[in-house]
């Protein structure tokens, strides 16, 4: 075999708690990932120059060593010692720098794919050891589903499949630095932190209303004081029936519960006329984050860009 396709979801983090700043500069977290049913489609064809290519949709992403797609390839290359190259072809979905691992979860597929693509006989396991180097959600990224993730993003506790729902996932038109939320958070000054263990307890007991009056994310703190239109946006979702709204990640996506399809679709609509929002889709929970494709994307897709 020389060429694979992959999807490769997107995630929200149900629950975000940060626990402490460590001298390296890196945050101790908790937080409770899952997987989205969006995704970037990746295409790899192995080479037989020693050359790495990528080609994608967006022309303002970056084609070089500053996507995470080409360091995960490297970082492979070098430590196997593979002479031989990649073309990789990205169609992106995700919207970019929203707090959804968008860049991340292209990183785990490329883990994935090369796995298989040079026969590496890596486990899961082994992958997520390697994967850490290149970003504190790309271990969780090779699975996916959902997980607690403690550490940096590199201690990951599977977690049974959270209860089923339709989600609305919301992005304004704004881009938001991750590096920049986490150096202006003021964790002392923090009056609350998220109630992970009690989402962890609603997750088992299948309790979507439990896990929807417990959604919450410390980076809020820093993110919708300097944009607020992510607070109208949770506004505008809570005040038409969501079960609960909260930022994605560093965000600024938002992302609501609904465990009404029918009025999920229509809030939609209405969300999508508001002008509050670039990016939208409606979509639901996914249980892994890399999947072999055939090729053809959901309508839930496609609906993305509006
Ligand atoms: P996270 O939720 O992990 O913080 P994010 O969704 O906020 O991630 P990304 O979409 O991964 O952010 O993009 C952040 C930046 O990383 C972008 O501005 C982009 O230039 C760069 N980048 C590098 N590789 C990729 C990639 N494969 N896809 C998207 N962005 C990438």
Same mark, same amino acid.
């Given at each position: 075999m020389d060429r694979i396709t992959l999807k490769a979801m997107a995630k929200i983090n149900l629950g975000l708690d940060v626990i402490r700043r460590r001298e390296d500069g890196y945050h101790e977290v908790r937080m409770i990932m899952q997987t989205v049913d969006l995704c970037d489609e990746l295409s790899f064809q192995r080479l037989k120059e020693d050359e790495l290519r990528l080609a994608t949709n967006l022309d303002f992403l970056p084609t070089d060593q500053n996507n995470l797609i080409i360091r995960a390839a490297k970082l492979l290359k070098e430590e196997f010692g593979i002479r031989e190259g990649l073309d990789v072809n990205l169609t992106k979905r995700i919207p970019v720098a929203a707090g959804m691992a968008g860049g991340s979860t292209d990183a785990a597929a490329v883990f994935v794919a090369m796995n298989e693509l040079f026969r590496l006989g890596l486990s899961d396991d082994d992958l997520r050891k390697r994967a850490v180097a290149i970003g504190a959600d790309v271990p969780y990224c090779i699975t996916g589903g959902t997980a607690l993730s403690e550490g940096i993003g590199e201690i990951l506790t599977p977690l049974p499949a959270a209860p089923a729902c339709t989600v609305i996932v919301a992005k304004p038109p704004i881009h938001v630095s991750t590096a920049f939320?986490?150096?202006?958070?003021?964790?002392?000054?923090?009056?609350?932190?998220?109630?992970?263990?009690?989402?962890?307890?609603?997750?088992?007991?299948?309790?979507?209303?439990? +896990?929807? $009056?417990? !959604?919450?994310?410390?980076?809020?703190?820093?993110?919708?004081?300097?944009?607020?239109?992510?607070? /109208?946006?949770?506004?505008?979702?809570?005040?038409?029936?969501?079960?609960?709204?909260?930022?994605?990640?560093?965000?600024?996506?938002?992302?609501?519960?609904?465990?009404?399809?029918?009025?999920?679709?229509? +809030?939609? $609509?209405? !969300?999508?006329?508001?002008?509050?929002?670039?990016?939208?889709?409606?979509?639901?929970?996914?249980? /892994?984050?890399?999947?072999?494709?055939?090729g053809k994307m959901g309508v839930r897709e496609r609906n993305l860009r509006v």
């Open positions: 939320v986490y150096r202006n958070l003021d964790l002392g000054g923090l009056e609350r932190h998220p109630d992970i263990d009690g989402m962890l307890e609603c997750i088992r007991r299948q309790d979507l209303c439990g +896990v929807a $009056e417990r !959604l919450e994310n410390v980076l809020e703190s820093v993110t919708v004081k300097k944009y607020p239109i992510i607070a /109208r946006i949770k506004e505008f979702l809570t005040s038409r029936g969501a079960l609960g709204a909260l930022m994605s990640g560093s965000g600024p996506t938002v992302f609501a519960l609904y465990d009404d399809g029918e009025k999920a679709a229509w +809030v939609h $609509e209405e !969300l999508r006329k508001s002008g509050l929002v670039k990016e939208s889709c409606l979509t639901s929970f996914a249980d /892994r984050t890399c999947m072999k494709t055939g």
